[in-house]
């Protein structure tokens, strides 16, 4: 069955380039050049992936984005950002886009970053399982991980963090105080397939660092200029184990 496509974008030359070239690919594909319209039929009909302009007349995209992860729908977005806007390049990640592309963009690249993302989400019932099933706990200081369930305690209090946010502080957790590179994060994470930048580690490890600042003295990351990152643990606090 061909893979459901949502495109929101309100220029109508890019829109039709989009539509017409997706569909080449086999893609259903259904276009709304306004931002209520295509939230409103992001809500409503079910999308194996959504190209999401930001700024758009009516509500723009990271108000579209708010307003299907707030309904609880996980449909995997690529945003469309105008060349040089690295801003809303990060607020579009931090607000639940899955991946970005810059214009202007070539068709290939398009086409790359679609069949990318699409192979990724199609394994969403795999994001879940741990990465080794007999581990039930990582115990670093503070800071308690579990696999198994997806969950992130620190001084007792629990974070609340996105899957791939759980996935880059459980990677750097295997090996506290040991540095790992960025391209060690992304072939870890997201896979070696993955095309998008190295920026998307910054902004996950980002996100990541502001949701440890709740006991920052016990379990921090550090940033290794030019090479990557590494999880620091205060040893006062208490030794690494896994149970």
């Known amino acids: 069955m061909a893979k459901r496509l949502l495109v929101i974008e309100d220029e109508p030359t890019l829109s039709r380039l989009l539509s017409y070239n997706l569909k080449n690919e086999g893609y259903e594909v259904t276009v709304e050049e306004n931002g209520h319209s295509g939230c409103e039929t992001g809500l409503r ?21 708010s307003k299907l992860r707030n309904e609880g729908i996980g449909t995997p977005i690529i945003i469309l950002t105008a060349k040089n806007a690295e801003e809303e390049v990060v607020q579009g990640l931090k607000s639940g886009a899955d991946d970005y592309i810059t214009k202007p963009f070539g068709v290939a690249e398009l086409l790359a970053r679609v069949a990318a993302v699409l192979r990724r989400s199609s394994g969403d019932e ?69 095309i998008g930048g190295q920026r998307t580690v910054d902004v996950h ?39």
């Open 45 to 65: 009909s079910s999308f194996d992936l959504i190209l999401l302009d930001l700024m758009l007349p009516g509500m723009n995209g990271f108000e579209i984005m």
């Open 205 to 243: 490890v980002s996100s990541l660092r502001k949701k440890l600042e709740l006991d920052p003295e016990s379990v921090h990351i550090d940033s290794i200029r030019g090479v990557g990152y590494k999880l620091v643990v205060n040893k006062k606090k208490g030794l690494s184990q896994k149970v």
């Open 126 to 194: 795999e994001i879940v399982k741990p990465v080794l099933e007999t581990e039930s706990q990582i115990v670093l200081g503070e800071l308690v991980i579990y696999p198994e369930k997806y969950e992130v305690t620190l001084g007792g209090e629990t974070i609340t963090l996105r899957p791939k946010e759980f996935e880059v502080l459980l990677y750097l957790a295997r090996k506290p105080g040991v540095v790992m590179t960025r391209d060690d994060l992304m072939n870890a994470v997201w896979g070696f397939d993955y």
